[in-house]
């Protein structure tokens, strides 16, 4: 059953520390999202590539989140330095975009999501 | 820029009450459409979706949605809920560009 993969599923850090968070894609998809969900503000696109090219993270507080596509089976969100405020729950999404026009239908999947709490 | 609107941001129903929620979007091309639910505790999953053909479309759990183009609208339906229903209900539509946008979410809860 394929499925998108996020580690860690939690973590609890120090502000000031350097936090990564890892998505593995399902096998095929070539389109990844970074969403971050708080009860204040719902849910956010913080950014998204396609054939592994960051489209757009304008979403992103640039001065301390950074996004990554190293390579296709595995995206990183990466904050240093991390704040309390960055507590949240990130959600990585995959899909399917066959010629850059659009999904035509395909859905997008998400992780289970990385619990993160910044004390 | 797309845009996608959930007027409902709370709701709150007793079992066996029938459900609408609203979504509108604003965009002027040719759409897909979701609704996507989160159970607490969860990630989000899809419930259903249209791409094309016939406007009423179902999906798990006896839910549908009607896509109704000149309203630019894709309400959620169900006859009669359960208390499992309870979660946080997601629109989303995507377009031509290869960007997913979300309406602000509809959280139900169902009293048994």
């Known amino acids: 059953d394929a499925r998108v993969t996020q580690t860690p599923r939690h973590k609890v850090t120090e502000m000031g520390q350097e936090v990564t968070m890892r998505c593995q894609p399902i096998?095929?998809?070539?389109?990844v999202f970074w969403y971050r969900q708080t009860m204040m503000q719902g849910l956010e696109l913080l950014a998204y590539f396609r054939n592994r090219a960051p489209l757009d993270d304008s979403g992103m507080p640039k001065d301390r989140f950074s996004a990554e596509m190293p390579d296709a089976t595995l995206a990183t969100l990466k904050i240093q330095p991390s704040e309390p405020r960055d507590s949240a729950v990130y959600f990585c999404a995959s899909g399917l975009s066959p010629d850059g026009t659009g999904f035509s239908g395909n859905t997008i999947y998400f992780g289970e999501g990385s619990w993160l709490t910044v004390v | 820029a797309q845009s996608v609107s959930q007027h409902n941001h709370h709701v709150i129903l007793s079992e066996a009450a029938s459900l609408e929620l609203g979504c509108n979007y604003s965009?002027?091309?040719?759409?897909?459409l979701f609704w996507y639910v989160q159970y607490p505790g969860q990630h989000l999953q899809l419930l259903l979706k249209?791409?094309?053909?016939?406007?009423l479309v179902k999906g798990i759990k006896g839910f549908e949605a009607e896509f109704i183009k000149s309203k630019f609208s894709f309400n959620l339906r169900k006859p009669s809920v359960q208390w499992s229903d309870t979660a946080e209900y997601f629109c989303a539509v995507a377009g031509t560009g290869n960007q997913f946008y979300f309406g602000t979410g509809t959280s139900l809860t169902v009293i048994p």
């Open positions: 096998l095929g998809h070539n389109t």
């Open positions: 965009y002027g091309g040719t759409v897909n």
């Open positions: 249209y791409f094309s053909g016939d406007p």
